[in-house]
């Protein structure tokens, strides 16, 4: 069946730094993927999305590209902020209502 | 504001109590799903609802009954509560390829 799997956390950096958090998956289609932010006390939100091989997401200064040779989507971001301090889950959806969604990765962004 | 609505927000039950945890989406969204965030386990499909009158199991439906008699609503249905079942729970909703919007999330502890 379809599967996520993230890097395991928690990631530390000081603001400015380079993210990069890992995401691999497996399906058996061509899923649509997806990382979604979840702050404190709330519900995850939608960061970016990817619906095909070699699309870039982007959104807030995070890209992710859709690798399907690698079957990764990796999440980076240039500069991170103390906001970005939060849960980060990546997900893929097939041609199903079946999302599957990564066990999530903690950051924490210190100034 | 337009979004998916989860009540209550906090809840604790006794061992064997039965309760509903309500979830409406003003946004006409044909697909609703529940999902269980547990510590390390990222979120769980529990029910999803692919339109009214239609649901189907996820990975971990036992202990958990869902309806959708209209597409606003969809309730979950704790039927005999068990300590296993302390979790945070979460409605979401979505059109087609679309990503999920999620409610707040109702945390659940049964003692």
């Known amino acids: 069946g379809n599967s996520v799997t993230q890097m395991e956390g928690p990631v530390t950096l000081s603001e400015e730094a380079f993210l990069t958090i890992n995401c691999t998956y497996t399906a058996t289609g061509y899923p649509s993927l997806f990382w979604y932010v979840q702050y404190p006390g709330e519900g995850l939100q939608l960061l970016l999305k990817a619906t095909k091989a070699d699309d870039k997401g982007s959104n807030k200064g995070f890209e992710a590209t859709y690798r399907k040779e690698t079957t990764s989507f990796h999440l980076e971001k240039g500069s991170v902020q103390v906001s970005d301090s939060a849960v980060y889950f990546c997900a893929l959806s097939d041609a199903g209502n079946d999302m599957r969604f990564g066990a999530g990765t903690r950051l924490t962004v210190k100034p | 504001n337009a979004g998916v609505t989860q009540t209550p927000k906090f809840q604790v039950l006794k061992t064997g109590q039965s309760m509903t945890l309500q979830c409406a989406q003003d946004m006409n969204h044909e697909y609703m799903s529940w999902y269980r965030q547990d510590p390390g386990m990222g979120l769980r499909l529990i029910h999803y609802?692919?339109?009214?009158?239609?649901?189907d199991q996820g990975e971990v439906p036992n202990g958990y009954n869902v309806s959708r008699s209209t597409t606003e609503d969809f309730p979950l249905r704790l039927l005999s509560a068990a300590p296993s079942q302390t979790s945070v729970y979460f409605c979401?909703?979505?059109?087609?390829?679309?990503?999920?919007?999620f409610g707040s999330g109702t945390r659940l502890t049964v003692v």
């Open positions: 609802s692919v339109g009214a009158g239609i649901t």
């Open positions: 979401a909703s979505r059109q087609g390829a679309h990503g999920y919007t």
